[in-house]
C-alpha cells in the first residue's frame, strides 16, 4: 500500500472502500491487468481509495481516466472513476 505523498499531483480513482481487504482485492485485479495500482487511505474519511494512474499533468491523467473507463465498459463501478487533486 502506497502513502498518499506517493502520489503525483492527479490521479486516477478506480474505487473507494470502507474495507482495506476489498480496495487490496481490488488493487490485486487491476495489477493483474498491468496497471501500477495502488491503495491510499483517506485520512479525514478513513475511506480506502484504489488509485490506477498517477500524474504531474492534468490532462494525461483526464485522458487515463477515459481510457480506464473504456477498457471497462460492462464496470458500472469503474465508469465512476474520477480524478483526485492531491495539494
Known amino acids: 500500500a502506497g502513502a498518499e505523498g ?3 499531483a492527479f490521479s486516477v480513482v478506480c474505487g473507494s ?3 482495506k481487504t476489498n ?3 481490488l488493487q490485486g485485479n487491476l495489477v493483474s491487468e498491468g496497471y501500477n495500482a495502488i491503495v491510499v ?3 479525514s ?3 480506502y481509495r484504489v ?3 498517477s500524474f504531474d499533468d ?3 491523467a483526464a485522458e487515463a481516466r477515459a481510457q480506464f473507463k473504456a477498457e471497462h465498459p460492462g464496470n458500472a463501478d469503474f465508469q ?3 480524478l483526485l487533486y492531491n495539494k
Open 17 to 19: 472502500f470502507a474495507s
Open 41 to 43: 487511505q483517506n485520512a
Open 45 to 47: 474519511t478513513g475511506m
Open 23 to 25: 480496495a487490496e482485492a
Open 58 to 60: 492534468r490532462q494525461k
Open 6 to 8: 506517493s502520489l503525483k
Open 80 to 82: 465512476k472513476a474520477w
Open 51 to 53: 488509485v490506477c494512474a
